[in-house]
């Protein structure tokens, strides 16, 4: 005769807690590997470097962002979405809310979308004073 067993109450709380922690867990990781894109857009085996005025600085998440006006190799200006790393990455190499401003003027080096569009992965940018910054790792 098969002996049914009863769960306690205690046990089935515990169950339901569990599996609640666990879903709450994958849907937190789900959203956060989904928020970062990493640089599969950009081609990373070919670097430009580029001369140009800065339009503003958003120092924002996950990514600071640098608009600037940048002239091509042929002379052409067009304004790039510079994409820098993440605010604390940046606040270890020295970076500020202030470190740019509109009206600098820089050279920055980094890796162009893939798709052609004005738009790149910073590696370094040199200021108005000399300094060279990282943007990214």
């Given at each position: 005769?098969?002996?049914?067993?009863?769960?306690?109450?205690?046990?089935?709380m515990n169950r339901a807690v569990g599996a609640i922690l666990a879903v709450m867990?994958?849907?937190?990781?789900?959203?956060?590997?989904?928020?970062?894109?990493?640089?599969?857009?950009?081609?990373?085996?070919?670097?430009?470097?580029?001369?140009?005025?800065?339009?503003?600085?958003?120092?924002?998440?996950?990514?600071?962002?640098?608009?600037?006006?940048?002239?091509?190799?042929?002379?052409?200006?067009?304004?790039?979405?510079?994409?820098?790393?993440?605010?604390?990455?940046?606040?270890?190499?020295?970076?500020?809310?202030?470190?740019?401003?509109?009206?600098?003027?820089?050279?920055?080096?980094?890796?162009?979308?893939?798709?052609?569009?004005?738009?790149?992965?910073?590696?370094?940018?040199?200021?108005?004073?000399?300094?060279?910054?990282?943007?990214?790792?």
């Amino acid at each position: 005769m098969p002996s049914f067993h009863r769960l306690s109450r205690k046990t089935m709380m515990n169950r339901a807690v569990g599996a609640i922690l666990a879903v709450m867990g994958f849907l937190f990781c789900a959203a956060s590997l989904g928020a970062h894109h990493g640089n599969a857009q950009f081609d990373m085996t070919h670097s430009v470097r580029m001369q140009g005025t800065v339009r503003d600085f958003q120092w924002v998440n996950p990514h600071a962002i640098i608009h600037a006006d940048l002239k091509d190799e042929n002379g052409k200006v067009a304004n790039w979405r510079l994409e820098l790393g993440s605010l604390g990455m940046l606040k270890r190499f020295g970076w500020s809310p202030d470190t740019v401003k509109g009206g600098d003027q820089v050279t920055v080096e980094g890796f162009r979308a893939k798709d052609g569009s004005p738009y790149m992965c910073t590696v370094s940018i040199d200021l108005p004073n000399g300094q060279s910054m990282r943007g990214s790792p």
